[in-house]
C-alpha cells in the first residue's frame, strides 16, 4: 500500500513493513517531505513492533540529501538535526532494521543505511559520504556510527579522502552481510528477515536494546535475560528444543547391559633357539 505517502512505497505485512525510497526523479535523494513520511514510518513500528526493511526504487538507494534544500538551510536548521534525529530514531527501532542496497547510497543515504542493524547489497552498490566536498560534513551519524562498523581507519577514508566502497570492499569491511544478485536482492533480504522471523520477537528486542546500550554492562544484559527466563516463549521454545533433540523419560533407551572384557588366549612360549651341544648331537 503507499497511503498517504509521497515520497515511499510502503507495504504492510503482519511481521514486517517493506519501505522503499521513491523519488526516481531525484535518485531518491532525501528531503523535507520524505524525512517526514519516514517519522511516519517510525511511528508505526513504535506503535506495533515488526521488522523492517528498508529499500531503494529503481536500482538506487539514495543518492543523498536533497542539495537545493542543504543550500537553504542554516545555523538553526543545522541545531535542529533534521536528518541525524531521523536516522537515530530508525537506529532505536524496536524490532531488526534491514537495508538492501542497490546502486548509490551517497552521503545523507549512505547515513540511512548505516542506521539500519543488517545490511545486504547488490552487485553495484557503492557507499559513500562526500559532504566535505560541498563544505559540510556527514552530520547525520557517519561521523561516530561509520567508525563503530568498518573501524576508524577505513571510515577516516571514507570521510576524509573521499573513498567509495564498492560492494567487495562493504563485503569485506563488515559492512553488509552479503553481496547477491540484484535480481534476488530483496528475496535475499526477506529470507534474512524470514530467518529473524521465526526467533523469539521480545528475545529480539531485548538482544537489539542490550547490544545497542551505551554502558551498564553487565547488569543490563542479567535484567534482560531474568525477563526472558520468566517468559512462556522462552518455556515452549526450550521444551520444542528439548523433545527434537533428547528422548522423553519414557522413550529414552535403556544403556546396554555390560558385556565382560573378552578373554585373550595365552601367548604362545616361543620355541627355544638353543644349539645342541656336542655331546647331544652324538647321542644316539
Not at 49 to 63: D, E, M, Q
Not at 95 to 123: F, K, N, Q, S
Request: aromatic fraction near 4%; glycine fraction near 8%; charged fraction near 25%.
Amino acid at each position: 500500500m503507499t497511503g498517504p505517502y509521497e515520497t515511499l512505497l510502503v507495504e504492510e505485512r503482519p511481521d514486517r513493513v517493506v519501505v522503499a525510497l521513491h523519488r526516481p526523479e531525484a535518485r531518491n535523494a532525501i528531503d523535507a517531505r520524505m524525512i517526514t513520511e519516514l517519522h511516519d514510518v517510525c511511528d508505526l513500528l513504535e506503535r506495533d513492533p515488526r521488522l523492517l526493511l528498508l529499500t531503494g526504487h529503481g536500482g538506487v538507494f539514495a543518492g543523498g540529501a536533497d542539495i537545493a534544500e542543504l543550500l537553504r538551510r542554516g545555523r538553526d536548521q543545522a541545531l535542529r538535526g533534521i536528518n541525524s534525529r531521523l536516522f537515530e530514531r530508525v537506529r532505536r527501532l524496536p524490532m531488526p532494521t534491514v537495508a538492501a542496497v542497490d546502486g548509490w547510497a551517497l552521503g545523507g543515504g549512505a547515513e540511512l543505511a548505516y542506521a539500519c542493524d543488517i545490511r545486504i547489497a547488490g552487485p553495484d552498490a557503492v557507499f559513500g559520504n562526500p559532504e566535505p566536498a560541498l563544505g559540510i560534513l556527514a552530520a547525520a551519524g557517519a561521523c561516530w556510527r561509520l567508525p563503530e562498523l568498518i573501524g576508524e581507519s577505513l571510515a577516516k577514508q571514507v570521510l576524509l579522502a573521499g573513498r567509495n566502497l564498492d560492494a567487495p570492499a562493504a563485503l569485506a569491511a563488515g559492512l553488509v552481510i552479503d553481496v547477491v544478485p540484484a535480481a534476488t536482492l530483496l528475496d535475499a533480504a526477506h529470507a534474512l528477515l524470514d530467518r529473524m522471523a521465526r526467533s523469539s520477537a521480545v528475545a529480539l528486542r531485548l538482544t537489539k536494546l542490550v547490544v545497542d546500550a551505551p554502558g551498564g554492562h553487565p547488569a543490563v544484559d542479567d535484567l534482560a535475560q531474568a525477563v526472558l527466563f520468566e517468559g512462556q516463549d522462552k518455556q515452549e521454545r526450550m521444551t520444542r528444543f528439548l523433545a527434537r533433540n533428547h528422548p522423553g523419560p519414557g522413550t529414552r533407551e535403556r544403556p546396554a547391559p555390560e558385556r565382560p572384557a573378552p578373554q585373550l588366549p595365552a601367548p604362545k612360549q616361543p620355541a627355544s633357539t638353543r644349539k645342541p651341544s656336542e655331546q647331544e648331537r652324538s647321542t644316539p
